[in-house]
C-alpha cells in the first residue's frame, strides 16, 4: 500500500498567516492527490483535488501544489474559521489512503 | 442539492454484523463511484471500501477484506455496506462519499463494537 507522510502533525498559527502543510507519498501517485478540511463533530470537506484544483466555493487563499511524490497545502492568509484539522489523500490506486491530519490551532 | 444520508449505525456485539445505507439525492446516483470512509473516535480518517458506478468493480481496506461487502442499488440511490464479524476496532463514525474525489460526504453514521 502506498503510505502517505503528513507534517506537522500540529501547527500554531495567527490570523493572517501563510501557513503550509506537507504531505510525502511513498511512491508515485503523479497528482491523485486531495485535501480536506475537519472541524470537530463535522464530516471532512473537499478543498482541493487532483494536486492543485479548487473545488467550488472553497476560497481562493487555498491553493495546492506538487506532483509525484511531494504536495502541499498552503493557506495565503490564515482567517478564523480555517482554524481545523487538514487531511490529504492519496488517490492514485484503489487502496487510498490518509494522512495522519494537521491540526491547525490558534497560537 | 446533493445530499448523502447514512443509516444503520448502532451498537454491535463483537462478532456480529450491521448492514449500513445511504441514500443519495441531487444528481444522477448510477453516474458515479460511491466509497465508504471511516473515523474511530479521536482518530484520523480512513478509506473502507469503493464500488464503481454499475456496481461491477468494488474495492476493499485490507483491514476490512473478506468482512465486509460493498454493494449499491441504483434504482434506489442507495448504496449499502454489509459489515460481518465485526470487532472493536471497526468502532468508528461510517461516511459514505460521491466519486473519485469525495467531493460530497454524508453526515455519517456510529458503529459502536463492544460487548
Known amino acids: 500500500d502506498i503510505q502517505v507522510t503528513q507534517s506537522p502533525s500540529t501547527l500554531s498559527a495567527s490570523v493572517g498567516d501563510r501557513v503550509t502543510i506537507t504531505c510525502r507519498a511513498s511512491?508515485?501517485?503523479?497528482?491523485?492527490l486531495a485535501w480536506y478540511q475537519q472541524k470537530p463533530g463535522k464530516a471532512p470537506k473537499l478543498l482541493i483535488y487532483k494536486a492543485s484544483s479548487l473545488e467550488n466555493g472553497v476560497p481562493s487563499r487555498f491553493s495546492g501544489g506538487g506532483s509525484g511524490t511531494e504536495f502541499t497545502l498552503t493557506i495565503s492568509s490564515l482567517q478564523p474559521d480555517d482554524f481545523a484539522t487538514y487531511y490529504c489523500q492519496q488517490y492514485n490506486n484503489y487502496s487510498w489512503t490518509f494522512g495522519q491530519g494537521t491540526k491547525v490551532e490558534m497560537k | 442539492e446533493v445530499e448523502l444520508l447514512e443509516s444503520g449505525g448502532d451498537l454491535v456485539q463483537p462478532g456480529g454484523s450491521l448492514r449500513l445505507s445511504c441514500v443519495a439525492s441531487?444528481?444522477?446516483?448510477?453516474?458515479?463511484?460511491m466509497n465508504w470512509v471511516r473515523q474511530a473516535p479521536g482518530k484520523g480518517l480512513e478509506w473502507v471500501s469503493t464500488i464503481g458506478h454499475t456496481g461491477e468493480n468494488t474495492f476493499y481496506a485490507g483491514s476490512v477484506k473478506g468482512r465486509f461487502a460493498i454493494s449499491r442499488d441504483n434504482s434506489k440511490n442507495t448504496v449499502f455496506l454489509q459489515m460481518n464479524s465485526l470487532r472493536a476496532a471497526d468502532t468508528a463514525v461510517y461516511y459514505c462519499t460521491r466519486g473519485q474525489d469525495s467531493d460530497y460526504w454524508g453526515q455519517g453514521t456510529l458503529v459502536t463494537v463492544s460487548s
Open positions: 441531487g444528481f444522477t446516483f448510477s453516474s458515479f463511484a
Open positions: 511512491q508515485n501517485i503523479n497528482s491523485w
